[in-house]
Structure formats: structure tokens, C-alpha cells
């Protein structure tokens, strides 16, 4: 374990070097990462100039589902980017995957120190402003409970879309082709809790409370940090489901990463 | 016996997909998955000793790459049975590939953006080589490489035999007691290869780890090996002394005889005349028959003789005749 991280640690160290190695493209990525967060955000703050409100929340309240989300993929996107089935799918096209397994490290490990997409910071940081300025807005009542849980919620995300990744990544050892199905996936179910879950139809709601139990990772918490009445009556507990949702989703990854692995077919030249 | 590599009836099959052709093409392959198998190793059996040195030969697409893939924990064999230095590979990834040493010639393991001697480094850390040992051993690597003159330069910026160079030397710093090469020499130049050749024998000879390579050049089997394997088409065809291969096909060697004077008639008995003419004779004869200095002295015993040579059997050809006919 301790020699995992040792090597986790200069597999990044590589990474963050290579990437400063190549400073004007990398300030221009961080730059643009920006732009794309800022640009969702003021497209969701115009809406609020029409209608005030969505689904009787405020732009505040809504803005702190999405500085929450915005913070949790965005660190998961920087942690998580060897595995973004696009490049994985890609590394395992070039052989670089060969190389990992001829080396005596463990696969994770190495698969996430292949990539540390430090612009992701852009991202993580104009979450943090959009967090910020939510909690200013609906003059959040804090309470200690609600501090300790906050990083318990991001952990929570980050593990779950994680997980997703890990599952995108270990499909294109069979196939290529469904890297954009497990992307709509992604992209688009975090952009779907990013608004309150209980403006969408029963029938959507639903896949995303008992196939794919989206609903707990961001939507209940926030209910619990803004003190909202839970407007589908489950049990007190569900806002604290997030974390559990999130390691469990991680450890079936996992477990089917390991089936992958098995099946990993190398490439034909 | 120390047989370090035991395989026996390994298989390994690939579903290669089936793409529709045509004017519905793209639809029908939405809807319809067709695959066909292709057996790239197709039930091969061979053991090899702690210390040889051994060629695996075969045509593009014969199961040579698989096969290593296969040695070297990449793939799981469809069936058969397979373990080396004492492993399942594939089972016990990790701890198997800590003592072996691989190299893909068409690839790199060295990080692209990092100067040489820092990728080093890092191997020193992933294969946790203590400092002594993996000192020792690049002072000795260098020399024999001369790998001097690149080691702070970027991977990225390396021509194609210093990478390879290097690579050669990533894979041998943690002292591996067994070394697998694919197409090592590929795409350099004689020079480079000569030097890359050499260095193999050197750790084959001096530290006595067992090397299993393929290539498609002859010369590198030529200087290398003692013994090959031949595989065509996923089955093992030829296994033994490359010696024995050569005497089994178009083992013959070559008298070249350039004589003092003209003589109407050049036959002597042991050997085929294939040509004569411009007072030189070519004699081909076959050393289990007659010895090359028996040969010699029947012809000079009966003509004047101003110059001769021995050609050796190409081992180009009769690999390529082996290939093309499937001989064997
Ligand atoms: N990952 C793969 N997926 C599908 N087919 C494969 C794969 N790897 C190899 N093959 C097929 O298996 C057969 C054997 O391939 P292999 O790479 O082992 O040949 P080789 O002897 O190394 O050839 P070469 O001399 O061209 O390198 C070929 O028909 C190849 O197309
Ligand atoms: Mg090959």
C-alpha cells in the first residue's frame, strides 16, 4: 500500500511536469476550462431572469446543486483521467495498456497516474466561486454537522463518477464503440442533477432513485443543507446516503475492472 | 532439469469481428454483431532451459507476438497450460513480471516527455532495484550501450535506435532472470542492430539469463541463436538446433573453384557440378557427406587450381523456402 502511493505520487509528479513542460497550451486549457463552467452557469442564471424560480427553488438554492457538482467531477475528472474511457480506450489502441501490465505495480495505481489533468482545477475552482456565492445567497445555516458532511457528499460524487469512468474504460476492452453511450451517461446524468431533481417526470426520476441511485448523491444532501422538506417522503436517512451510494457504485467497478482485465484482448499488431 | 518456461497445448483465439460490406452496411452492423475465430496460437508445446537463448521465427500473422503476449502476463490463453520461473503469468501479474524483462520493438515503456536517465529512475522505483545493484548496472548498460550521450535528453526527442537503446536497458535493470524480445532489431540500421545483437549475447553469456526473441531478420538468429522455433500459422513446425534446420533444408554449401587452365571436364565425385564455365566450377555438396577438405583435395589431386571459397548455406533462402512451401 505504501509503496502503491509512493508510486502513485511520481506517476503524478511526471504528469504535473510534463503538462508545465508545455506551459502556454496548458494555460490555455485552464483558461477554457473556465469558460465552459462559466458559460453552463450563465446559462442556468438566465433562466432564473425569466422565471425567478425552477420548481420553486431559487437561483441560490440551484446554484448550490450546481457549484456541488461542478466541484465532485471536476476533481473527479482531475483524479479520474486515465481513466475517461476516450483516452483509456485510445491507450489501449497505441498498446500503452501492454506496458502497464508488463509493470509490477497495481493496474489502478498506474491507469491514474497516467493522467492528472491539472486545468480540471479550472473547473473545480469556478465551482467553488458558484458554491460560494449559493451559500451568500440563501444564508445558509451552517451547523457542524453540515461541515463535516460537505466533503462527505463531494467524496461521495467523486466516487460514484469515478466508478462510471472505471466502467466506460474497462467496455473498451471488447469494444470502442460504446464509449459515446457510457458518455450520455456521464456528462449527462451529472448534468441532470444539477437542477432539482423533482421538476423531472416520475418515470426519469425514477430510473435515477432505483436503477441508477443518482438522486442521493446531490439532490438529497442538498435538501439537508438548505433544510428542504423532502418532497417524496423517504425515510430521515436518505440525504446521508450519499457516501454509501458512492463506494459501493466504486466497488462494483472495481469488481468489474478486475472481470476486464481478464478479457483484455492487446492489440493485433 | 531447470526448465524455466513449460507450455504445453496453449491456444489462444481471437473473436475478430465481421463487418457487413455494401449499401446497408452501416445499419446492419448496428443491429447484427458477426465474429469470426481466429486461432492465433493454436495448440503449441515447448519447454526451454534456464540459459538459452532461443529464436522463435515465423511469417507476419503466425502467433509469434501472441504467443509473447501470452509468456509475459498480457493475455490469458484460451487453454493450455503455461508457467515460467515458476508462475501462471497471467494469475500473478505482479509479482511475474517483477523478475522478467520485456521488450516490444514497436513500442516504448520510457515516459515521452521525461529525459532517459529520470525514466530510469522511475523503474528503480516501480521494480524497487536497491541503489547499489541499480547503479552497477547502468555504469555497465552505458558502456556496452553507450547510452552516454542521450541520457538527459527527452524520449520524445530520441531517433529510433537510441530509443530502442534505451528500452533494452529499462527492461534489464532489475537484473530479470528471463528476457523476452519482440522484433528488438526492427527498423535499425546494421550498425545499430550489430550492437544490440552483441549486447543480448553479452547478458545471455555473462549473466546467464534466458532470452527468447523473435524477428524477421535471419542475421539476428544467425548470430544469436543455437536454437529456433519455427511457428506458421499458430502451430510449432520446427523446434531444434538451427544447425539441424539448415542440414534438413538446403543444407548443402557451395565450392567455388577458379582453375589454372582450361579442363574440358570438372566433375569430381561427392559433389554436383551446378555450373562451369570461364574456368570456374560451383561444386554443391552436402558436409555430412564429404568434408569441405576431402572435397578440396579431389579436385586440386586432379587440376590445377588457382583460387577457391566456401559458401555457407543461406539461411535466408531455406527460411524463406520453409515459409513459401510450407516445408515442414
Ligand atoms: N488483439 C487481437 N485481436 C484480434 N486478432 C488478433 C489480436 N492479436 C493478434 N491477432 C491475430 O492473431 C494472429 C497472430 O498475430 P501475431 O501478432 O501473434 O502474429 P506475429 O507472428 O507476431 O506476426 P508479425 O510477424 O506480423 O508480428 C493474426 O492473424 C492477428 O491478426
Ligand atoms: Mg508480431
Not at chain 1, 454537522?145 to 467524496?155: C, E, G, N
Not at chain 1, 422538506?229 to 457504485?249: E, K
Not at chain 2, 579436385?299 to 515459409?323: G, H, K, N, Q, W
Request: charged letters at 20%; glycine letters at 8%; one cysteine or more.
Amino acid at each position: 500500500m505504501r509503496q502503491a502511493f509512493d508510486i502513485y505520487r511520481r506517476l503524478l509528479g511526471v504528469q504535473i511536469r510534463s503538462q508545465l513542460q508545455y506551459r502556454v497550451s496548458f494555460s490555455f486549457d485552464l483558461f477554457s476550462a473556465i469558460l465552459v463552467t462559466a458559460t453552463e452557469f450563465a446559462a442556468l442564471a438566465l433562466v432564473f431572469e425569466r422565471f425567478e424560480q425552477i420548481g420553486g427553488w431559487t437561483l441560490g438554492e440551484v446554484a448550490f446543486l450546481f457549484g456541488l457538482l461542478e466541484i465532485s467531477f471536476g476533481i473527479m475528472d482531475m483524479v479520474f483521467g486515465g481513466f475517461d474511457p476516450q483516452d483509456f480506450g485510445a491507450s489501449v489502441r497505441h498498446g500503452s495498456f501492454d506496458q502497464i501490465m508488463l509493470r509490477p505495480a497495481h493496474l489502478l495505481t498506474q491507469v491514474l497516474g497516467s493522467q492528472f489533468a491539472l486545468r480540471r482545477l479550472g473547473r473545480i475552482v469556478f465551482g467553488a466561486g458558484v458554491l460560494l456565492f449559493a451559500v451568500t445567497v440563501t444564508q445558509l445555516d451552517w451547523t457542524l454537522a453540515k461541515v463535516l458532511y460537505l466533503p462527505l457528499v463531494v467524496t461521495g460524487m467523486v466516487l460514484f463518477f469515478g466508478g462510471l469512468y472505471i466502467v466506460g474504460s474497462t467496455i473498451t476492452f471488447w469494444t470502442v464503440e460504446s464509449i459515446e453511450a457510457i458518455n450520455i451517461l456521464t456528462y449527462g446524468g451529472s448534468y441532470l442533477i444539477s437542477y432539482p431533481m423533482h421538476i423531472y417526470q416520475n418515470w426519469l426520476r425514477r430510473i435515477f432513485t432505483y436503477l441508477v441511485p443518482a438522486i442521493f448523491l446531490n439532490y438529497y444532501p442538498v435538501l439537508y443543507f438548505l433544510d428542504k422538506p423532502d418532497p417524496f417522503g423517504f425515510p430521515a436517512f436518505a440525504p446521508f446516503l450519499s457516501p454509501l451510494v458512492g463506494v459501493a457504485s466504486f466497488v462494483a467497478a472495481l469488481a468489474f475492472w478486475r472481470f476486464g482485465v481478464k478479457h483484455y484482448q492487446s492489440t493485433g499488431s | 532439469m531447470l526448465s524455466i518456461v513449460h507450455v504445453s497445448k496453449l491456444e489462444k483465439t481471437f473473436h475478430v469481428r465481421r463487418y457487413h460490406q455494401g449499401r446497408w452496411a452501416s445499419l446492419q452492423n448496428l443491429v447484427t454483431r458477426r465474429s469470426r475465430l481466429i486461432r492465433a496460437v493454436d495448440g503449441i508445446d515447448f519447454t526451454i532451459e534456464a540459459g538459452e537463448l532461443v529464436g522463435y521465427l515465423g511469417p507476419n500473422g503466425a502467433g509469434k507476438s501472441t504467443t509473447i503476449k501470452m509468456l509475459t502476463g498480457l493475455l490469458v490463453p484460451s487453454s493450455g497450460r503455461l508457467i515460467v520461473n515458476g508462475f501462471v503469468p497471467w494469475k500473478d501479474r505482479r509479482h511475474y513480471v517483477a523478475r522478467i524483462g520485456a521488450v516490444f520493438g514497436q513500442r516504448t515503456t520510457l515516459w515521452w516527455d521525461l529525459p532517459v536517465i529520470e525514466s530510469f529512475e522511475l523503474h528503480r522505483h516501480l521494480y524497487q532495484i536497491p541503489t547499489g545493484r541499480f547503479k552497477r548496472n547502468l555504469a555497465e548498460f552505458n558502456d556496452l550501450l553507450e547510452l552516454a550521450p542521450f541520457l538527459d535528453v527527452p524520449v520524445r526527442s530520441l531517433s529510433l535506435g537510441q530509443r530502442m537503446r534505451a528500452d533494452i536497458c529499462a527492461a534489464l535493470l532489475h537484473d530479470p532472470e528471463l528476457l523476452f524480445f519482440d522484433e528488438p532489431t526492427i527498423g535499425l540500421d546494421v550498425v545499430a542492430k550489430e550492437r544490440i545483437r552483441n549486447f543480448i549475447r553479452h547478458i545471455n553469456e555473462e549473466r546467464e539469463t534466458t532470452v527468447l526473441l523473435t524477428t524477421h531478420d535471419i542475421a539476428d538468429v544467425q548470430r544469436l541463436c543455437r536454437r529456433v522455433m519455427i511457428i506458421d500459422r499458430g502451430k510449432l513446425i520446427f523446434d531444434g538446433e538451427l544447425a539441424r534446420l539448415l542440414e534438413r533444408f538446403g543444407g548443402h554449401h557451395r565450392l567455388i573453384v577458379d582453375f589454372a587452365e582450361s579442363y574440358a571436364e570438372v566433375a569430381v565425385i561427392g559433389a554436383e557440378l551446378l555450373s562451369y564455365s570461364d574456368q570456374r566450377a560451383i561444386y554443391r555438396f552436402d558436409r555430412r557427406k564429404i568434408t569441405a577438405p576431402a572435397l578440396i583435395q579431389a579436385v586440386s589431386e586432379r587440376y590445377a587450381i588457382r583460387d577457391l571459397s566456401i559458401e555457407e548455406p543461406d539461411i535466408e533462402t531455406t527460411i524463406r523456402t520453409i515459409y513459401e512451401k510450407r516445408l515442414l
